[in-house]
């Protein structure tokens, strides 16, 4: 198969938000916003553990996700794959059975002392991990499965997942910083240009995910919520 063969990102990205919006995994809510852990207030929420439950989505995902990483990295990159705990489990391991190699996943937080603590699963010094997570919006979590990785004697270049806020600048900075390369199927930008082709939601609240997604933190100040991110 040459990389002509495979779907462009935009089709990946194209197709995997209709997905998204099908499912109902994504909620948008203008007037009563949702408010994360990190304080800021949103009018846009996903839910991409509702891809577990419907096996057509989550298989084309999955292709897409291996698609996308055989276009542009390669699959003579990666030795075995892991998923981060507990979204990033399920998903790694239908990208590893695509892909046909070895499966760890990752722990939050250490579970004993030992080098590989967090691991579960054998990882053998050197060998090159494709980290696979659900989702992220700053990239924080994807950092700390990574410096456990490469602890447990793992190399760590690249993560892959179905959705990626990029809505801040910061995330791609702060990974690339830890020499991570991120890799997604969609966006919110992808989701909203989808919204408005569809009827899923009233022109009000996609003005309002607009609005938020064009500056996030006066949108999240404006109704109550943070107005910075912090790293």
């Not at 891809?51 to 989505?57: F, G, K, R």
């Not at 600048?169 to 082709?197: C, F, G, I, M, Y």
């Amino acid at each position: 198969m040459t990389s002509h063969d495979y779907p462009s990102k935009e089709v990946i990205a194209d197709s995997t938000a209709r997905m998204l919006l099908e499912i109902g995994a994504v909620r948008f809510r203008a007037d009563q916003p949702f408010m994360f852990t990190s304080g800021l207030a949103s009018p846009v929420y996903i839910d991409c553990r509702k891809v577990i439950s419907h096996p057509q989505v989550r298989e084309k995902m999955m292709s897409f996700a291996s698609s996308l990483l055989l276009r542009d990295v390669g699959l003579d990159q990666f030795d075995t794959v892991a998923g981060g705990e507990t979204a990033g489990i399920p998903f790694a391991a239908w990208i590893a059975a695509d892909l046909g190699l070895p499966m760890q996943y990752v722990r939050k937080k250490p579970k004993g002392y030992a080098r590989d603590a967090q691991v579960e699963g054998d990882i053998t010094p050197g060998q090159r991990v494709l980290l696979v997570e659900d989702l992220t919006t700053d990239g924080a979590s994807k950092i700390k499965f990574c410096e456990a990785l490469r602890r447990a004697g793992a190399r760590v270049d690249h993560t892959v997942m179905i959705f990626f806020y990029d809505i801040f600048p910061e995330t791609r900075t702060r990974l690339a910083e830890h020499n991570l390369t991120l890799h997604s199927l969609a966006t919110w930008r992808d989701v909203l240009r989808v919204s408005k082709e569809s009827t899923y939601f009233d022109p009000t609240t996609l003005a309002e995910v607009e609005s938020f997604l064009g500056n996030p933190f006066k949108w999240s100040g404006d109704h109550g919520g943070a107005t910075t991110l912090s790293l």
